[in-house]
């Protein structure tokens, strides 16, 4: 029975870490729950032609994507609001890792059997060898700006301007978008 017990939570583990096995595709964020994390974009607008922009990726998501990601949005969002171009006046890329440590084979080294606990006997317990673990580091990025729109021709001794049709146009065939279901 605990064998059972052991193998279905090994099966569920691996399901639900198949899950988030690939990159995070082009697509607003699904916010469902305040203080959770969100992949996608999302922005907020600030006053009118001013706005808030950030992309979450997961574990599967390289930095270069999330930064592609979240300029295209701003891209986007510039026409989709009638403007043409666009200035970054601050933006980042926030980046979190997190360190999973788990033992590296249940069957064969990772288990050890405690049958003595303290000064007396105690019921038969499992537990893991510390010894014997594998450990994987995962990195999340989150790139963000705030970003200025304006009408006309984009000017040429801005650094921080970008021409929203160029951006679109350039970044178009690096954009995955979610598989239809």
């Excluded at 270069?64 to 009638?82: F, I, P």
């Excluded at 033992?103 to 019921?123: C, E, K, Q, T, V």
Aim: charged fraction near 25%; include cysteine; hydrophobic fraction near 35%.
């Amino acid at each position: 029975m605990k064998h059972l017990k052991i193998i279905l939570l090994a099966a569920t583990s691996l399901t639900l870490l198949s899950a988030c096995a690939t990159s995070t595709p082009y697509a607003p964020s699904a916010l469902s729950a305040p203080g959770t994390y969100h992949p996608g974009y999302s922005e907020t607008q600030i006053e009118t032609g001013r706005f808030r922009i950030s992309f979450a990726g997961n574990d599967q998501t390289k930095r270069e994507t999330v930064e592609n990601y979240m300029l295209y949005r701003a891209a986007e969002l510039t026409l989709q609001s009638g403007f043409d171009w666009f200035e970054i006046v601050n933006r980042g890329t926030d980046e979190k890792k997190r360190t999973i440590s788990t033992p590296s084979d249940p069957f064969i080294g990772g288990m050890s059997w405690r049958f003595y606990r303290g000064s007396r006997w105690g019921a038969w317990g499992m537990g893991w060898d510390d010894y014997d673990r594998d450990t994987v580091e995962y990195t999340r990025y989150e790139a963000s700006a705030e970003i200025l729109m304006h009408k006309g021709d984009k000017p040429t001794d801005k650094a921080n301007a970008y021409g929203a049709r160029d951006v679109k146009a350039n970044l178009e065939a690096k954009i995955v978008r979610p598989a239809s279901k």
